[in-house]
């Protein structure tokens, strides 16, 4: 899959003159978002069906400095997925294909009662992508 | 009323070294809410009872630049309210009382099907207190 | 000039389900970093040199809400430029072709000493390419 | 020491209608930098004397959602210091006494130069408070 690719905004540096470590997080969303695009299950399209993903818990590795306008690709990956629990795990490299910034981020899947949602039953297809996803990196 | 009190956050710097102008945006929502909480009329509880108030204009005019950790004062008036569009002023100034920034945004309130709010007759109290505070300010 | 496109993240849309109002000032300055890239007067480049842009004034009409995943077009125009204020307008459409936002921006360029520059005098190329493209919008 | 007090922006909520996660890591900021105040030695002292402390890591576990305009209480403690990596961590909960979130943060202190600031010998008294603040702790 190809790398999403986001070039730093002005708007994200701070007065060290660097990105805001704030961003990155930011930048795992987009990524993410446009992992499930990639996958055919546009985020949009879960909302529309009642599901929402909530971000049970995210960690940031910051390797590198970047700024405004750098251009960051970042890769995301299924890092676990057996049912409940999807797992992301991230690698974003900078133009010269250093190493920026690794992460990892954990999330659920409620329904509109706010309980969860067994993605086997409910999106079995969807359940199954996943999880080939998730092995396919072991 | 007593001024609304924003100390400028780290995160809203920008490689400038100063604080970047979305972030006066934001002050003029938090001293907003707060001129709302301060003339009894939390907006949440707007909220609660189906009225959204969405932003329709916004006029910003930096006059002194501010940094972090930087304390400005926001001053909130309504400059103009005869019923429908519902229009505010603001006034910052650093802590050497020194005017920062001038704005204006302009505000309509709506119910859940995105209609028109008529607060003359929906919400009577909240029409008449806007109204005279919109008159006070003449 | 092409559009700059920018599509709507998940984390810039707020509780009313819709984009939040003070992004749209972000998109203004991606898309006049955009613009200062086509006509090769890359906005880095400028601060390399010691000269940094501030914004001075900032206006905003929101026309039709947005959300994520939207996607949004912003059009950039130098409104007016006579030495010193570089005026910009914006005008930004979803992908129905509707105009969702119009607004203006005023910019200044200072040295690091924060003096006004005079592209006339140190930017010549600049100054007569902003006057040239000024003009054309008349 | 007290508690630093955050009241959720309506700018940081999210069309989930809760605060968008990355909001935490801003107020995982605050925190620190009024932990820094609270200690007398202001984060802008620091910065003034040519030390940065850039962000290396973060760890956020999202417990209980919040949204506006919920109060939450941010404590932060010295995790871990031995002279060279700074760790935090974060306990925050809501007015109902509810943990909503845990954290951790690393830091380090680097010189105009980019280079690791040794505090045991540029500034000693900070030395003896962070590492009696993280004794404390064990």
Same mark, same amino acid.
């Given at each position: 899959?190809?790398? #999403?690719?986001?070039?730093?905004?002005?708007?994200?540096t701070?007065?060290m003159?660097? !990105?805001?470590?704030?961003?990155?997080?930011?930048?795992?969303?987009?990524?993410?978002?446009?992992?499930?695009?990639?996958?055919?299950?546009?985020?949009?399209?879960?909302?529309e069906?009642?599901?929402?993903?909530?971000?049970?818990?995210?960690?940031?590795?910051?390797? !590198?400095? !970047?700024?405004?306008?750098d251009?960051?690709?970042v890769?995301? +990956?299924?890092?676990?997925?057996k049912?409940?629990?999807l797992?992301?795990? #991230?690698?974003?490299?900078?133009?010269?294909? +250093? !190493?920026?910034?690794?992460? +990892?981020?954990?999330?659920?899947f409620?329904?509109?009662?706010? +309980?969860?949602?067994?993605?086997?039953k409910?999106?079995p297809?969807?359940?199954e992508?996943?999880?080939?996803?998730?092995?396919?990196?072991?």
């Open positions: 899959m190809e790398p #999403y690719k986001h070039t730093v905004c002005y708007y994200e701070d007065k003159g660097i !990105t805001h470590h704030a961003n990155y997080v930011h930048w795992m969303e987009e990524a993410r978002i446009d992992f499930f695009n990639k996958i055919g299950w546009g985020y949009e399209k879960l909302e069906q009642g599901v929402i993903s909530p971000v049970t818990a995210v960690e940031c590795k910051y390797k !590198t400095a !970047t700024t405004f306008p251009e960051v690709e890769s995301v +990956k299924v890092s676990e997925f049912g409940v629990v797992k992301f795990s #991230y690698l974003m490299k900078n133009a010269d294909g +250093k !190493t920026v910034f690794e992460g +990892k981020s954990e999330h659920c409620l329904n509109k009662e706010g +309980k969860l949602v067994r993605l086997n409910e999106f297809e969807l359940f992508l996943l999880t080939s996803l998730a092995e396919s990196e072991r």
